[in-house]
């Protein structure tokens, strides 16, 4: 593997999974002049996807969308498994040199920016095969990611010490852990539960997802029909852009159609789950206390969910949980849940900079205090960008067009003579809203670490792509709020 023993860069991007990948590319491509690394605190590339090891795991978007635009999806699946969007991330890597960029086991533990030096000055936790163990760059962009990787979040469940079998969050899934003919509890209802159970199904004994709440759930093909027919008839990168846009439309008009219509929506999405389970279903199971997208909707690929239900293989219970037995779960209804395994699929621990402290000019910087500048940069934060995709839509699509505006205004800055681009947020133009309009349970645990969007456009974060395509990839980055020095 090669890498640089050197510790200056223009550009340093944290993070080698996708957003980092798709970083390190446009800055090679647009900025050629600039040097850059890519810091990854763990051994390996993929980010998520190298992660999570548990059964199943697939993407909940589709990959003309959740792929990168320079590089097209070649896989029949548009929902694919996790393998091989891991896969799929290293050739993209590789095929771009980036792969030679990255320097493993480079966690870093404090970003320190300094006005007299114009620099980021980064440290690097304590590991035996990091090389260096402070680096300085002129401009900062973090894609680590908005999860903490070392621990998802675990409820405390009352009683769960007497339990004589085994417990294990999705995130912390080793291939050692045996499910086949045992019973196997999954505590969750969201992405992650949802893939789970038709998939530990196939080797259970019985499989039963509790949750305390239900959530939209909608099947879609795991083959594009319509993609693959372009692919048929047009050149790659046409087909491939076709594609990518009659998926982004259709989620948009979807997404619109939730906000203006929910109640309909509802009855759309009740009605196909009706065609998939029968009449006779019990959709207690199905019917969520809010409206469709206010918490983001589960995909599942060929109705494998559906299928696995009345095959009788596995089962729902939408109940509470009274505490934890010897033998299982007891149920606020009464109801006893046996298992051999537990698994709590019960959602992510948001961690915005990938668990780094930050610095300005020797003051520790507050996250939640500042304000999401068209959702990339952040107030008051000197040559400092953040890759965060939508709730609403594929993470790519986002960070993608995020890389862009990080290009643009860094070749502003080289065209103008500047060294420094610091976002300013006028609190007498504009009032302070939290960043997402989003109420799950991982995004409202973190509202004291997540910064503010403002009431208005370029603090507004639209969570909408065409929106985004104009904001970032055609207006000047010549602006009011950005302060150049």
């Not at 890519?38 to 390996?44: D, I, M, P, S, W």
């Not at 420094?420 to 007498?428: I, L, M, V, Y």
């Not at 603090?459 to 904001?471: A, H, I, M, T």
Request: aromatic share 12%; proline share 5%; glycine share 6%.
């Amino acid at each position: 593997m090669e890498t640089s023993d050197k510790n200056y860069y223009d550009v340093i991007i944290v993070g080698a999974g996708l957003s980092g990948i798709g970083a390190a590319y446009h800055i090679q491509t647009d900025c050629p002049n600039k040097t850059f690394t890519v810091l990854e605190g763990r051994e390996t590339m993929g980010g998520t996807w190298d992660l999570f090891q548990y059964p199943g795991i697939r993407s909940d978007s589709d990959m003309f969308t959740l792929g990168f635009p320079f590089n097209p999806w070649k896989d029949p699946k548009a929902i694919a498994d996790g393998p091989s969007i891991l896969q799929y991330i290293k050739d993209t890597a590789a095929k771009f040199g980036i792969d030679k960029k990255i320097q493993y086991n480079h966690k870093v533990a404090d970003a320190l920016w300094s006005d007299a030096e114009k620099m980021w000055t980064l440290k690097i936790a304590p590991h035996a095969n990091a090389k260096q163990k402070e680096l300085k760059c002129k401009f900062l962009m973090m894609c680590s990611g908005y999860y903490d990787y070392e621990n998802g979040y675990s409820p405390d469940f009352a009683g769960s010490e007497s339990f004589q079998g085994k417990i294990v969050h999705p995130q912390k899934w080793t291939s050692d852990i045996d499910y086949e003919n045992k019973k196997v509890v999954i505590i969750g209802s969201g992405a992650t539960a949802v893939t789970l159970v038709p998939e530990m199904a196939k080797k259970a004994a019985k499989v039963t997802m509790l949750q305390r709440s239900p959530t939209y759930i909608v099947s879609m093909p795991s083959k594009d029909k319509i993609a693959n027919f372009f692919r048929k008839v047009l050149a790659e990168q046409t087909a491939y852009e076709l594609a990518r846009w009659k998926n982004i439309l259709m989620g948009i008009a979807f997404y619109g159609a939730t906000r203006k219509w929910p109640n309909t929506v509802k009855w759309l999405i009740q009605k196909g789950i009706k065609k998939e389970m029968g009449k006779d279903y019990n959709m207690k199971n199905f019917d969520p206390p809010y409206n469709p997208w206010d918490q983001r909707l589960c995909l599942v690929p060929d109705s494998d969910l559906f299928k696995t239900l009345k095959e009788g293989k596995a089962e729902i219970v939408t109940d509470q949980i009274e505490r934890f037995t010897p033998k299982g779960i007891l149920l606020k209804s009464g109801k006893e849940l046996e298992a051999d395994l537990i698994v709590t699929a019960t959602g992510l621990k948001l961690q915005l900079l990938g668990g780094m402290t930050m610095h300005i000019n020797g003051l520790l910087g507050d996250t939640s205090k500042t304000h999401a500048y068209r959702g990339v940069m952040v107030s008051d934060v000197p040559n400092f960008a953040i890759a965060i995709g939508y709730t609403n839509a594929s993470w790519t699509l986002k960070c993608d067009l995020s890389c862009q505006f990080v290009s643009k205004v860094l070749n502003y800055m080289d065209a103008h003579h500047y060294t420094t681009c610091t976002p300013r947020f006028d609190k007498n133009k504009f009032q302070s809203e939290p960043l997402l309009d989003f109420n799950a349970g991982y995004v409202l645990r973190a509202a004291d670490v997540l910064p503010k969007q403002g009431s208005a456009h370029p603090w507004k974060v639209y969570q909408n792509y065409v929106r985004d395509l104009v904001s970032l990839k055609m207006e000047s980055v010549a602006d009011e709020y950005l302060e150049y020095k």
